[in-house]
């Protein structure tokens, strides 16, 4: 019997859901029940009626499960699957960066601990932070945090002077101007789309700007046959599904000069996914207190 085959019999015997992200390797995502970026991995963790959720993704996504549904198992494959950009925000630091600015109201990306999410007002994603910071009074300060990159484009389309905290997406931050005008040159027919966590000399650049579902969804829509694109390889994959006769370039990673892979998405496997099904292990735990606070600031953006 083939692993996936094993997966789909103990998902069933735990009576589990599988959730991934797009940027998690091909084979996670083919075995997800729901495969989708944090908005939408957030929704269908909030509405499952699974008694476990296994989350392919990276540990803040498991925390965010986890908070949605207290009462439910939420598993990991791989606890040491992290993320750089909610690392940059210790609660510590930020507690007090929010206690020098006591006017501000706080306003988080997801991609953040459930402590940074419970000092927060409201937690935002990549597809309604522009949306949930243009419903606010302009006069409103507000802290944005933790990604410096998706708040200065913010910023610039709203014309805002929102206090960005001084964080950022290893994999996004690293993606140069250099690189895709390079890319621009071997390919001149292609269109740039870009993630909002890149540069914002890498955004001036591209013909499209959006959270991973909305390039998805440019594209899918889009008659264009060939693009340069600014974010996590693993998005590929879900690009090539759903239009098989469209080229894709992606903007290579400026260390390495190699796929612009993230590291912590690629520690989920298969084989990590059968054991954690098996063994209900490792379990993503919070205390009752920081679940309760941290629900709040989440569940205003859901409601949007």
């Known amino acids: 019997m083939i692993i996936q085959d094993t997966i789909r019999l103990w998902r069933e015997e735990k009576k589990a859901i ?24 957030a929704r269908y ?16 996504m498991a925390e965010t499960a986890k908070i949605l549904n207290p009462e439910k198992k939420v598993l990991v494959p791989d606890l040491q699957a992290g993320c750089s950009l909610a690392d940059s925000c210790p609660v510590d630091a930020f507690a007090r960066f929010i ?9 988080s990306y997801i991609n953040c601990s459930a402590e ?10 990549s597809g309604n932070a522009l949306q949930i910071v243009q419903s606010l009074p302009q006069e409103q300060p507000i802290i ?4 410096r990159n998706l708040g200065a484009y913010i910023n610039h389309v709203t014309g805002r002077q929102m206090l960005l905290w001084d964080g950022a997406c290893h994999v996004h931050d690293q993606l140069t101007a250099e690189q895709v005008f390079a890319l621009k040159q071997e390919y001149p027919k292609a269109m740039v789309i870009a993630h909002p966590e890149c540069q914002g000399s890498v955004l001036a650049l591209a013909n499209f700007i959006g959270s991973t579902a909305a390039m ?38 400026a260390k390495s000069c190699q796929c612009n892979d993230c ?28 679940i309760r606070q941290a629900a709040i600031p989440l569940n205003r953006m859901l409601k949007n």
């Open 116 to 125: 940074v999410k419970a000092l927060s007002d409201i937690i935002v994603t």
């Open 144 to 147: 944005f945090a933790p990604d």
């Open 263 to 290: 590291e912590y998405m690629k520690l989920n496997t298969l084989e990590k996914i059968l054991n954690a099904l098996k063994n209900e292990q490792p379990e993503i735990l919070l205390t009752p207190d920081l």
């Open 18 to 41: 599988i959730l991934a992200h797009y940027y998690t390797k091909p084979e996670v995502q083919d075995i997800a029940d729901k495969v989708g970026d944090s908005l939408a991995l």
């Open 216 to 253: 998805l969804n440019f594209v899918k829509n889009n008659p264009h046959e060939e693009y340069i694109v600014a974010t996590e390889t693993g998005i590929l994959h879900e690009f090539q599904k759903q239009n098989p006769t469209k080229q894709f370039h992606v903007v290579n990673n």
């Open 45 to 60: 963790a909030r509405d499952t009626t699974a008694r476990v959720i296994l989350f392919a993704g990276v540990h803040f």
């Open 99 to 107: 206690k020098q600015h006591p006017r501000h109201k706080v306003i």
